[in-house]
Each structure stands twice: as structure tokens, then as C-alpha cells.
């Protein structure tokens, strides 16, 4: 049995190695030397028989073995020792590892994201892909870390307390290679972006690291919400075809409150006003003293409404339609849900807010806005100057 001190060494030998089985680091030591099992068998106190079966991957690495061998490579038996320890730790995690239905690449972010589809239809992306979102190197740090890194005082609010939770428990998943990777539900992507987002709004400063990150969940929240993640991801590992028929009706039906519009609430932000009066070149006084013209609703459910998830314009036209006074009953946003609908229009908006600041004019930001967010069987045609900056 190995004591403490030993234990820590060949610990800290493990998590250096590259080798995942004693079988590939002694396959990898005999070509370096240019040797064979039959004259390390030679030159060793090891029987060729024993140094066969490792190298098959049929017996273990003793502490007797490994000290023969350490002596030979000159390595130290703590070193073949880590490599076993490596391997045990490998095949337990794997044992109890959850297993996936569909795996495939989701580009997201300006990066190519490992996802996978699990036989309950959860959708979980690779946790050292949720790490190189916001440039943090998953070798160095963990999970664990991650956590306590974003248990700061400066961070510190419900939604940033829950993704911390969440951090700390990935999922174990058995990836395509038959090896243990550590995983995070699709949707914890933006429960972090949005957390961080909130933060910043609601604060002077952020910590410059924080600030960072800030800055790539506001790039990752324009390139997806969090009602469409699992869509992208059962397309990106071909699962979506065999989806449930009414899956699609299910995730509608979930935009919208059960029976009855809920009270007004402020959901629409000062800004969108203002931005929509700067780009078309209108007098804008303040939120209170402009008068907005007809037009603007023709704009908001164009711009907004028609174009989050497939089909949600057509619901909230049934559900509040138009009066003969030619005004509706309620806001259209008084039917969508606490739990999907107004997230989703929320991450809209943080779309939009990046499109406006970006753009000159009217006509550049709506051909942005048709090729980033197209409405349904909405045909875009590339411009030249796509390829040059906004005059």
C-alpha cells in the first residue's frame, strides 16, 4: 500500500504524464531505446511473458514491476506507478460514465464546440469547450477552480450563485474515443453569458478578467438564445431528424403563459427606441418627450417578434390579434412566459444591441439583421460592400 508522501508523488506524476496506460508508455520507452520485449526481458528481471501481457494491455503494473522498470528507463518506479494509477482512474470514470445517443461539432462563438445528445434528449456541450469560450485554460483549471474564481465580490447575484452550483458538478460522458470527458448542459452557455451580462449592466466596473468575459458572452449571447441551443445542437449531431414529431410543438407551446396574458411590464429598453430614431435619422428627445411614430410597431414586430423562434409571430397573432380600433388588447410580450418567452426576447435584445451599435444606417443594420436573424423562408441576397465597412 502506498503511504501519503508516495500517494502525493505519484499523483503529481499522473496529472504530468501524457501516457493514459502503462501499456503506451512502455510501448513508447522500447522504441525510444530501440528495444524489444524480448531484450528488455534480457537486460531486466522481468519475464518476457510479463512484459508482453502489459504491453497487450492484459496485466497490471505492480510495485515491483514498477520499480524494475523505473530503474531501467531511469524514470522512477513513481512514475510507472502514476501511469497505472492514470489508467485505473480512467477505466473507473468510464465504467460509470453516461453514455450519448448523437455527438457532433455546433459552431458557436467563432469556435467549434464538441456536443452530444443523451439517451434522456438532454444536450450537453464538452466543459473544456465551455472553458475556451472565455479563453480559460481547462488544463490548469477545473471546474472547482472556475467556481471559486467566480465567487468574487464583484460578481456575486442569484443567477451568477446558480451557474457556480452548476459548475460544480459536470457530467461524466463517454465520449466517441471510449475516453471520460466532463460535460455541462447546453443551456449553461447562456445562464452564464446572461448572469455575467446583468452584472455589468447593474454595475460601474467589473474586474478586468470579468470584463472579458463580458465581452465574449455578449459575442456568444448575438449568436444564440437559449430556447434555440438545443435545436442547434440535435441538428449539429443529426439527432434533430429523429426528434418526436411534436417536440417542436412542445417548445412553442412553452413561449407562451398557459390561459390568460399576464400584467404589463417594462420589457421593451429605452435604447431600442433611441437606436431605431438614430439609424433612420429622426429627432430623438428623450424617452418621455418623443413622440413615436406609427411606424414603430410595423418595426418592433418586424425586427423582434418575427423573428425569434419559427412560428412564434403566428401565435401571438392568433392570440392578440388586431381590433377594428386598429390597436391590439395587450402587448404582444403580456403572452410570452416567465420561463421562455421573455428570456428569449431578452436575449433578442442583446442581439439587436450589438447589430445597432455596429451599424450607420438603416439600410446597412436590416441587411445585417436579414443575414444574422432571417425571418421564416426569408431570402437575403449578399451585397458587395458585406465585404467592406459600413459608410
Known sequence: MLDVSTFAMCYKCMSETSFLSPSAALKHWLDQRELTAYQLAKDSLLTQSTISEILSGKRRVTTETATVLGAHFGNGADYWLAIQMKSDSIKADIHNALRYESVGELPIGGFSVKCYVLPNESCVISAAHFFMFFGINSATIGP?????LIDNPYLRSQKMEAVRKKLLTPLN???ERG???LCYEGELVIDFCRAILDLRRLKDALPKWAEEYAEQAEIIITSVAKVGIVALIQEATGYQARRHRNALQELLAAYFVKEKYGKWTKRFPDWFYEEIFRLNGWEWK???????????GKITKDIVYARLESG?????????PMLLRGSRKVRHHQWLSEEIGHPALDKHFYALRGLFRSHKSWRKFMHALRLAHPRKNEIVQL???DYSHDH
Open 144 to 148: 472547482k477552480q472556475l467556481a471559486s
Open 173 to 175: 460522458i463517454a465520449d
Open 179 to 181: 475516453a471520460s470527458t
Open 286 to 296: 428623450s424617452i418621455t418627450d418623443t413622440k413615436r411614430p406609427p411606424l414603430i
Open 312 to 320: 412564434v409571430i403566428d401565435e401571438l397573432e392568433r392570440r392578440n
Open 383 to 385: 451585397e458587395l460592400d
